[in-house]
């Protein structure tokens, strides 16, 4: 797949990343929601459900739950799949990038949280930042607006496919 364009509203997902999310889905709309269902019901059993602390717990997990389906089917429904053409030297989606903001080193993984680095920060493609920073080759400087209005130097140091 040829390096993507960064698009509103869009999330580019590795084939691996899109099958665990479609499984995480597809267990919350049958055995998730099976399990909350019967969490309720055992709760309602208990009695007067204004002041039952099991019913609300179970209701709150509930909402969460169907919050994350929602999400989830968003996500899946507008992601682009495939492998990105990460290119060493170049910004991209799917690619660790080290940055000087304002004098400070920062390292992020370029992409989405769903395919998150363990112990890395995210910087999502969709951002002010992703978005300046997007097709940027090593050494490019340029200045991005933070959402305050602060106007920052920014310097791409290295950008390699994430490993």
Do not use: C, W
Request: no cysteine; net charge negative; hydrophobic share 35%.
């Amino acid at each position: 797949m040829s390096q993507p364009t960064s698009e509103r509203g869009i999330t580019y997902l590795t084939p691996e990343a899109y099958e665990r999310l479609s499984s995480e889905l597809n267990e919350l709309k049958t055995e998730g929601r099976e399990r909350v269902s019967q969490a309720i019901g055992t709760a309602r059993e208990h009695g007067d459900i204004r002041e039952n602390a099991d019913y609300d717990a179970a209701k709150n997990e509930q909402g969460m739950m169907e919050a994350r389906i929602r999400q989830l089917e968003t996500l899946l429904g507008s992601a682009v799949v495939g492998e990105v053409a990460a290119t060493s030297g170049v910004a991209g989606p799917g690619t660790v990038v080290v940055l000087e903001i304002a004098g400070e080193e920062e390292t992020y993984f370029l992409g989405s949280r769903e395919e998150a680095i363990e112990g890395m920060d995210v910087l999502s493609v969709q951002s002010v930042l992703g978005q300046a920073l997007s097709g940027r080759k090593v050494g490019d400087e340029f200045s991005y607006v933070t959402p305050t209005g602060r106007e920052l130097p920014v310097k791409l140091l290295q950008a390699e496919p994430r490993s």
